[in-house]
């Protein structure tokens, strides 16, 4: 029998056949989704995981990160977020590759200094298989630090603080203390500031950080002053130049000028949170109103204060001072003195003619009396006045039925006695004319 031969190949074509037949294989092994399983001597975990050692870590430190669960041989991304209450992003670590077993592992990761102490998640992320494990990063900074709400701040508002680089779980104690000097460099005498006094004591957390903390400051006299940040267990200290402005309260008032008996209310802004605001009229020395301030330690529509009827027309000073704070600000009411005019509904008639009342110019909220004649005549009516001195209603009173000529009304405020008149003419066309009367019988 003849054998089949085959043509010969050429040492060039069997080569380059070699070699597709072994990229193939490689390309089977490689691909991660080619098949199910592992080539033979490697191990796929079943979850993706990453483990940081030191967990905790200085600002600018290295770490080292391993894993496991990852594609054979694929790139591996190594991210930190960075996610804060404004924004969210990741910053790059390091890039590397995993094993044929699916594991990484990084000896060395050095941290950016922009990272800062805080709590992250490092988050490690396959190219190929998009499989990702987190884990959490925990860096501490390399000396105590503090952010204030402000360094310029008022008696007895609320202070907000946040302070880190001290030992994790340990107590800050945060103090308030007179300075020898303002922030500008111009020396004070602490003497006469303020004493030293304890704000708070805050726990920090696993990094050595605290959260946001808000403290009520005292009614601190004005000037510079420290404040004392000092960890309890490690001695660690910092200090921060706060500068105590004094209370600048202002009063307005509504309205600003009136008749004796005005009723006034008052806006004012400036003093203590929620401190208690004495109101004294003139010279008076006994408080004719108490108000209490809001917690920004301002006060709106309070009130009112009645000015008295007894007063002379021209400036009434109204002064404000808060209990606890001990500052006052005067502010001046315009006293107009009362005019009072009278008009009639009627200005002449007969006799027993019913007339009404109005006018103005009286004091505030005053009775007001009429009378005929004079004011020490009889009375006839009486009204009231609203909180401008106008006259708000009135009785009606009646021209005698006795009158001739003319008949003069006069108007007398209660409490200013101010007066004023106006005239009613009476006019009769039967008084000339007498009787008919029949003829007498001779």
């Known amino acids: 029998m003849r054998r089949q031969r085959f043509p010969e190949l050429k040492v060039p074509v069997m080569i380059t056949l070699a070699l597709i037949i072994l990229g193939s294989a490689s390309l089977l092994w490689l691909n991660p989704f080619h098949g199910s399983t592992a080539p033979a001597g490697s191990t796929l975990s079943s979850a993706t995981t990453i483990k940081i050692v030191p967990p905790l870590v200085q600002q600018g430190g290295q770490i080292q990160i391993s894993g496991a669960g990852f594609f054979p041989g694929e790139p591996v991304d190594l991210q930190v977020s960075t996610t804060s209450a404004t924004n969210s992003s990741l910053l790059d670590l390091i890039h590397t590759q995993a ?203 309070a009130g009112p204060v009645h000015v008295p009827y007894n007063v002379n027309s021209g400036t009434l000073t109204l002064r404000a001072v808060g209990e606890a704070s001990g500052v006052s600000y005067s502010a001046d009411f315009k006293v107009q003195p009362p005019k009072p005019w009278l008009e009639l509904t009627q200005y002449w008639g007969m006799p027993g003619t019913p007339v009404g009342f109005s006018g103005g110019g009286w004091a505030a909220d005053e009775e007001i009396t009429f009378h005929v004649g004079s004011a020490s005549g009889p009375e006839v009516a009486a009204g009231q006045t609203d909180d401008y001195g106008w006259l708000q209603f009135s009785g009606t009173g009646s021209v005698p039925s006795d009158a001739t000529g003319t008949v003069t009304f006069v108007a007398v405020g209660s409490k200013s006695y101010a007066t004023a008149s106006a005239t009613f003419k009476v006019v009769n066309p039967f008084a000339d004319q007498s009787p008919n009367l029949p003829p007498t019988s001779p």
């Open 99 to 301: 094993s044929f077993q699916g594991t990484i592992k990084v000896a060395s990761v050095i941290l950016p200094d922009n990272l800062y102490s805080g709590i992250y998640s490092v988050i490690g992320t396959g190219q190929i298989s998009r499989h990702r494990a987190t884990n959490v990063l925990y860096v501490h900074a390399k000396q105590p630090w503090i952010t204030v709400s402000s360094s310029t701040v008022k008696p007895g508002t609320n202070l907000g603080f946040i302070l880190g680089g001290f030992a994790p779980g340990e107590h800050v104690q945060v103090s308030i203390e007179p300075a020898t000097s303002l922030p500008n460099g111009q020396s004070q005498d602490p003497t006469k500031l303020s004493p030293a006094t304890l704000l708070a004591s805050v726990p920090t957390n696993r990094v050595g950080n605290s959260i946001w903390t808000e403290v009520k400051l005292p009614l601190l006299k004005p000037g510079g002053y420290n404040l004392v940040t000092k960890g309890i267990s490690t001695g660690k200290k910092l200090t921060w130049e706060i500068t105590v402005q004094p209370l600048t309260p202002v009063v307005e008032l509504s309205p600003w000028s009136g008749p004796p008996g005005s009723k006034v209310e008052l806006n004012a802004r400036g003093f203590a949170p929620n401190e208690t605001v004495d109101v004294f009229v003139d010279q008076g020395t006994q408080p004719s109103l108490k108000l209490t301030a809001d917690q920004y330690g301002n006060f709106w529509g």
